[in-house]
C-alpha cells in the first residue's frame, strides 16, 4: 500500500471515537468502530479505475485472544496489447492484548508477477516464513523477529481515537521487510466531503511509510469507514458497494502515464558522450537532486531545467568484488534480487567467466541479459528465479535479473526508475515509465539491459530506485514544455 506523512498538531479526541478505556487484557485497536464485513474501496490512477482492494479487521472467530486482519487486493490493466493482472490477498492474526505480536500472516499472491504463498509464524527464533511456488521446491526462511503490534494493524482508525501520532513496524507483503509506519490525525474539526454524490461528515489522518515516502490522506466517516485515500493527488481508494468496486476500466498503462514532449530530442541525447536538456514543471524539490548525470536549475517558481548527461565511467581498472560504498545495501540478497540463489551465481559466473574487470564484467552481464530474454510486455514476475526460469518481460524483470547477477559477482547494483524517450506507433515523441541499473565499477554508471546499452543515454531520466512508490506523486503532474 502506498502511504505518506507529515507532522500537524494532536486531534481532539471526537465522541463518536471516544468511550470508556479498554480494559488491560485488550487493546483497544480491537473494538474501534469499523465496517463489520469489511469494506471496498475501488483504485483509481489519474481519474482511470485499475482495481479495488477489499479490508476486514475484527476478532478472529471463536478466539477472543486473537485480532485478524484480511487485505484483498486486484489490479487489471493494459500493459502495451497485453493484459497484466495481479491478485493479493493479505492475512495476518495478533494477539489482542496491548501491544500484542504478530503471530502468523498468509501472503497470497497471483497473477501477473508470478503465483506465490507466503507462510508466516512468529518463533522465538525468529520469523520462519515457508515459500511456496507451482513447480518449485518449498523454501524455509528465517527472518528477524516480528516487531509488528496489533496496534500498528489499523493505525489509521487508532490515530483518530487517541488523538495522537501513532508509529510502528510494518512487515511490506513483497519484500518482508520491516518498516516504520507513522500515522498523524489532522487537527481539524470535522469536515463534510462528497464521495460518489453523497456527503458525509469525515476527519483526515495523514501516514506515511518510510519504504514509500508517498503521501496518502485518509478521510475517515464518524462511523469509522474509510471513506477515501488520497495517494498524492495520482491514486485514489474511494469507498463503493462491492458491485461498483469491481467493474474496471480498460486501462493502457504506457500512454496513459506518459509524459509528452513539445519536439523530438536531437541526435546528440542519443550519443554516448550525449546530452539532454529539458524544461519541466511539477517537479517537486525533493525530486531535484543533482547527480553525476543530472543537473537542476531552477527557472522561476514553477519551471526547472534539467540536464541530463550521458558518459562512460572515467575508473575502469577496478576488480570485483567490489565493497558497496552505501554501506552494502547494494549487494544484499532479498526475496526479489534473489543474488544468492544457486543458479543466478552460476550464471552470473558463467557469463562474466575469466573477466575480473568490474565494468567489463557489468556489460556482459548487462549485454546477455538484454540478448538472451525476450522482450514480453506484461509478462511480468516479481522474483529473479522466476524471471531465469521465464526468460521474458519488460524493463522491470531486465532490470531484477541483471542487478540480482551483479549482486552475486560482488558487483554492488540497484534498479533505478525514471522516464526514456520512445516514440511508439502513433508518432507523438514521449518519456514513457521504465526501470533500468545502477553499478558500482569504481564509480557509480547507469546502464539499460532492456535496451542493450552500456551507457544509459541522456533520455534517461532517473526519479526514484528499486520499484518505489515514492515516484508516484510524478505520474501525471510532470509537464515537459520545452527540449533542448
Known amino acids: 500500500m502506498i502511504r505518506t506523512t507529515f507532522f500537524v498538531a494532536l486531534l481532539a479526541v471526537s465522541s463518536a471515537f471516544a468511550g470508556p478505556p479498554a480494559p488491560s487484557s485488550r487493546s483497544d485497536v480491537i473494538d474501534l468502530p469499523r465496517p463489520e464485513a469489511g469494506e471496498y474501496l475501488g483504485l483509481y490512477l489519474s481519474g482511470k479505475k485499475i482495481g479495488y482492494t477489499f479490508m476486514k479487521l475484527g476478532p478472529v472467530a471463536g478466539n477472543p485472544d486473537q485480532f485478524e486482519t484480511v487485505n484483498e487486493f486486484v489490479m487489471k490493466a493494459m500493459v502495451g496489447n497485453n493484459k497484466s493482472e495481479r491478485y493479493l490477498k493479505d492475512t495476518r492474526v495478533y494477539e489482542a492484548k496491548p501491544k500484542g505480536k504478530l503471530v502468523t500472516f498468509i501472503i497470497e499472491k497471483k497473477g501477473d508477477g508470478g503465483n506465490e504463498t507466503l507462510e508466516g509464524s512468529s518463533t522465538a527464533q525468529g520469523l520462519r516464513v515457508l515459500r511456496k511456488r507451482p513447480g518449485q521446491p518449498n ?97 485514489k481508494a474511494v469507498a463503493e458497494p462491492k458491485d461498483v468496486a469491481q467493474k474496471l476500466d480498460v486501462v493502457e498503462v504506457f ?6 514532449l513539445p519536439s523530438v530530442p536531437g541526435p546528440i541525447a542519443r550519443e554516448i558522450p550525449g546530452q539532454l536538456v529539458l524544461v519541466a514543471t511539477g517537479v517537486p524539490e525533493k525530486f531535484r537532486k543533482d547527480t553525476y548525470r543530472q543537473k537542476f536549475k531552477a527557472l522561476d517558481k514553477e519551471q526547472v531545467e534539467i540536464t541530463i548527461t550521458a558518459v562512460p565511467p572515467k575508473v575502469k581498472d577496478k576488480v570485483w568484488p567490489l565493497t558497496d560504498p552505501n554501506g552494502g545495501a547494494n549487494l544484499k540478497s532479498t526475496l526479489a534480487v534473489e543474488s544468492q540463489h544457486p543458479k543466478i551465481v552460476e550464471l552470473a559466473k558463467k557469463v562474466v567467466g575469466s573477466e575480473k574487470n568490474a565494468y567489463a564484467a557489468a556489460k556482459k552481464v548487462v549485454a546477455w541479459v538484454g540478448g538472451a530474454m525476450t522482450k514480453d510486455y506484461g509478462s511480468s514476475s516479481d522474483r529473479a528465479s522466476d524471471i531465469l526460469t521465464n526468460m521474458k518481460g519488460d524493463c522491470t524483470e531486465h532490470a531484477l535479473l541483471a542487478v540480482s547477477m551483479l549482486r552475486a559477482i560482488g ?44 551507457v544509459a543515454d541522456a533520455t534517461h531520466f532517473a526519479v526514484g530506485e528499486e520499484s518505489n512508490a515514492e515516484i508516484t506523486p510524478l505520474i501525471g503532474s510532470v509537464k515537459v514544455t520545452q527540449v533542448k
Open 411 to 454: 558487483i554492488p547494483a540497484r534498479r533505478v526508475d525514471g522516464v526514456v524517450y520512445l516514440m511508439n506507433d502513433d508518432k507523438v515523441p514521449a518519456l514513457y515509465w521504465h526501470e533500468w541499473v545502477e553499478a558500482y565499477v569504481g564509480e557509480w554508471t547507469q546502464l539499460d539491459p532492456t535496451f542493450n546499452q552500456e
Open 255 to 260: 500512454s496513459h502515464t506518459r509524459i509528452t
Open 139 to 235: 523454501e524455509v526462511l528465517t527472518l528477524p523477529a516480528v516487531k509488528e503490534l496489533v496496534e500498528d494493524a489499523d493505525q489509521y482508525r487508532l490515530a483518530l481515537k487517541r488523538g495522537q501520532k501513532l508509529s510502528g513496524s510494518v512487515i511490506d507483503s513483497q519484500d518482508l521487510e520491516h518498516y516504520v509506519l507513522t500515522t498523524t490525525p489532522e487537527a481539524k474539526p470535522w469536515a463534510e466531503r462528497t464521495i460518489g454524490g453523497v456527503t458525509v461528515k469525515v476527519k483526515k489522518v495523514v501516514t506515511i511509510s518510510d519504504k514509500e515516502k508517498v503521501a496518502t490522506d485518509v478521510y475517515i466517516d464518524e462511523k469509522g469507514r474509510i471513506v477515501e485515500m488520497d495517494f498524492a493527488g495520482t491514486m
